[in-house]
């Protein structure tokens, strides 16, 4: 039984071992059927989607066609056809970075397929990316010359570009190929009014109505020819015809619009933008010509938003940068501006107008280098326009660079000898070099190319004022005057003009007149004050200082000067007052504490007088007045040795001051010490022999020194004095004993004898 199972075993076991490679085979051929069955199947469903796939895109339908056309690429990835059309539906949906990648395979697959390159250009174009989208068009142009899309893609791109040259010259082989071109004759036409060259533009636009009657764009594009032209009757005919082809071209409206706002008819532009804007509400131009009209209608807030909202719809608009940056410079809001035509420039950066008109604000701005920057670029772009040399010799001359400043006016002159603002800043850049008959000159030119040029006139009376010829001064003042009577400066020159030849009367009525005309002026009340001071009106000119502090109550100048004033009338208590006020509005003018120090010494205030001079003298330590006025408060106070110590401070500072040697000759006088009050004395007079004064206190300080002695040493006449007396009586009992001498003498002679 054993080996029977053994047996079936391996009977068993033999036969599964032949039947498997069978059952392997028939699985595997199973297998095999079914997948080329079902890829058949599946790849006759990819081909039914292609043809959905070009439908969908036919039908705009472009999400479908981008979804229809990558369910096909699962099948055939080497299909460079499928990639091409699922390229050119991502352009139609602005994916232009998966447009390029499509464009970039079908490129890798078919490389000799002339439009695989020039859809991959348009789609490097959207991308900004220009120089590759010009690199790929030239490799089409290689691929197929006679191909006139190719060209007119490259002229587009040039055109853009600002590449205006390049442009011409593609368009012009497209003409050569095709003498029926609308579309090159229209873009030609555009490039020939960038360029300023309208004429040939309105001969291109007339030659492409010719080829296609009737073409409301072609009318528009003639329009602007006409419109930079001045012809705006044309402009607007132009316009009108349009806008009868198809009363709906928003374009037509914005053009006619931009015609009324060259007239001046700000109303009508207005009326004319809104209606572009209507037909098309995401027209940004229509909101730039708006925005403007509004601006000139005093409607600022309006014509900002519509500025704005034009930027907001074409954030690469240029033109709005450049009409807004406009407003912002008329408003005098120059940083604003400068931001604004940097935008303008970054998007055209040879474009000569924004490079002016950043100039011009940058100079406002006071920024002169990159002003200077823009206006040389400028300049090399456009070598004969006088007026960025201008512009730019004011720069040179703001910045202190006066002979580069002459250069430019120079060139200015050279270009237009009849430029007369070049006249007259080259007048200003001498009068700054001081040389005034050369400003005289330039001022008398631009006064005979423009009589009316009161500038001119004024300018001409300071340049007669820096040489000291007042009379001739007053008569361009004047004239100046006669041509614009309003003009504050003016009275103002002429005021000074008056006060230096003495005529106070005629200085003070011009003062009056611009106080007439300008009442609420503070700094004018000051000057007539001043000038009535110098004619000796002191209470005329207390009225027109109290006028100016009742204007400006802040301003401590003005205390100050009336101050001064009382303390001249010698009314101190008010000089005290209007000092103290001064000190409040601005503590840390040194002047203001002397000034009161003065006028409380005056009131006999002495400790007071002293503490405000000691103030001074902390924020002045090198003024000798503050000294001697410190000196006399402490010699008032009989502080001799003080007084001594700060007359020899202010002597320190101004040795050759007579006054001060007299002064501490007088403190050491009082002191008693008069060998130095007479060394003092003595050096007065040697720095002015004409000191009375001095010669007195001379005189009286060798006096009281003789008398010092005196009172010091009168003991000793005194003890000569008692010693005469004494020997006076003494000899009056001497001759008695000498006669008994001489008797006993003489009694023993006679004994001896």
């Not at 989208?133 to 089409?140: L, V």
Request: proline share 3%.
């Amino acid at each position: 039984m054993v080996s029977d199972t053994i047996v079936f075993r391996q009977r068993y076991s033999t036969l599964i071992f032949c039947l498997f490679p069978i059952v392997f085979i028939i699985f595997s051929c199973l297998e095999i059927y079914a997948h080329f069955g079902n890829d058949s199947f599946m790849k006759k469903c990819a081909a039914e989607r292609k043809v959905e796939g070009y439908q969908a895109y036919v039908y705009r339908d472009y999400r479908e066609a981008v979804a229809l056309y990558s369910s096909v690429i699962e099948y055939y990835p080497h299909d460079a056809e499928l990639y091409y059309f699922r390229g050119l539906a991502y352009i139609q949906v602005q994916e232009y970075e998966k447009a390029a990648d499509d464009f970039s395979i079908a490129i890798l697959y078919n490389p000799t397929e002339q439009r695989n390159w020039l859809q991959r250009a348009l789609a490097y174009s959207f991308l900004v990316r220009n120089d590759d989208a010009r690199t790929d068009m030239e490799r089409a142009i290689v691929l197929d010359p006679m191909n006139t899309g190719a060209y007119f893609m490259l002229a587009c791109l040039n055109f853009r570009d600002g590449l205006y040259n390049a442009a011409l010259d593609n368009l012009t082989f497209i003409m050569l190929l095709r003498k029926d071109s609308y579309e090159a004759y229209f873009l030609r036409a555009r490039t020939f009014n960038r360029l300023g060259e309208y004429d040939k533009a309105i001969a291109d636009c007339a030659t492409a109505l010719e080829i296609k009657p009737a073409q409301p764009e072609i009318f528009v594009e003639q329009a602007f020819s006409h419109m930079k032209k001045g012809n705006y009757a044309h402009a607007v005919m132009d316009c009108n015809t349009a806008i009868k082809i198809d009363p709906n071209y928003y374009p037509a409206y914005c053009m006619r619009a931009e015609t009324d706002l060259r007239q001046g008819h700000h109303r009508s532009a207005v009326t004319d933008s809104s209606a572009s804007i209507s037909l098309k509400p995401n027209y940004s131009r229509g909101y730039e010509i708006r925005g403007e009209a509004l601006f000139y209608l005093d409607a600022v807030e309006r014509a900002l938003h519509d500025l704005n909202m034009a930027h907001f719809l074409d954030p690469c608009g240029f033109k709005a940068y450049h009409i807004r940056g406009t407003i912002y410079s008329l408003m005098k809001e120059y940083q604003k501006a400068a931001d604004d035509f940097t935008q303008a420039v970054s998007m055209e950066p040879e474009n000569i107008e924004y490079l002016n008109r950043r100039a011009d604000a940058y100079v406002k701005l006071g920024m002169y280098e990159p002003a200077i920057a823009d206006l040389s670029k400028s300049i090399a772009l456009n070598e004969r326009d006088p007026w960025v040399f201008t512009l730019r010799g004011i720069a040179y001359g703001l910045r202190g660079d006066y002979d580069a400043a002459l250069a430019d006016f120079n060139r200015t002159l050279q270009y237009d000898p009849l430029y007369c603002d070049a006249y007259m800043h080259r007048a200003n850049i001498y009068i700054q070099q001081e040389q005034f008959d050369l400003c005289i000159m330039d001022c008398s030119s631009a006064l005979e190319l423009s009589p009316g040029r009161y500038e001119a006139l004024i300018l001409r009376g300071d340049a007669f004022v820096k040489q000291g010829d007042i009379d001739k001064a007053i008569v361009d003042y004047t004239s100046a005057l006669e041509l614009h009577p309003f003009d504050k400066r003016i009275y103002l020159k002429r005021a000074t003009a008056y006060k230096e030849i003495g005529d106070f009367e005629k200085a003070v009525a011009d003062c009056t007149a611009v106080i007439a005309l300008s009442p609420e002026s503070a700094d004018l009340y000051c000057l007539r004050g001043s000038l009535y001071l110098d004619m000796g009106d002191e209470r005329s000119a207390v009225s027109d200082f109290t006028s100016a502090i009742e204007l400006d109550p802040t301003d401590p100048a003005v205390f100050f000067r009336r101050g001064l004033l009382f303390a001249k009338m010698e009314n101190y208590l008010r000089a005290h007052s209007d000092f103290t006020y001064a000190i409040a509005l601005d503590p840390n003018n040194s002047e203001y504490y002397h000034c009161r120090g003065k006028a409380l010494f005056h009131l006999k205030r002495y400790s007071r007088a002293a503490g405000d001079l000691s103030v001074a003298l902390t924020k002045e330590k090198d003024n000798p007045l503050i000294y001697t006025h410190l000196a006399e408060v402490q010699f008032a106070m009989e502080q001799y040795n003080d007084a001594a110590e700060n007359f020899s401070n202010a002597i320190q500072r101004a040795p050759d001051d007579p006054v001060l040697y007299g002064q501490r000759g007088q403190t050491y006088l009082s002191d008693k010490k008069f060998t130095k009050a007479i060394s003092d004395f003595k050096a007065a007079l040697s720095l002015d022999p004409s000191m009375s004064t001095v010669s007195t206190a001379l005189e009286q300080a060798y006096g009281l020194r003789y008398a010092a002695w005196l009172k010091k040493y009168i003991w000793v006449p005194l003890v000569f004095f008692a010693y005469a007396v004494w020997r006076v009586v003494s000899n009056r009992h001497t001759p008695d004993h000498c006669s008994f001498e001489h008797e006993d003498s003489d009694i023993h002679h006679k004994n001896a004898v």
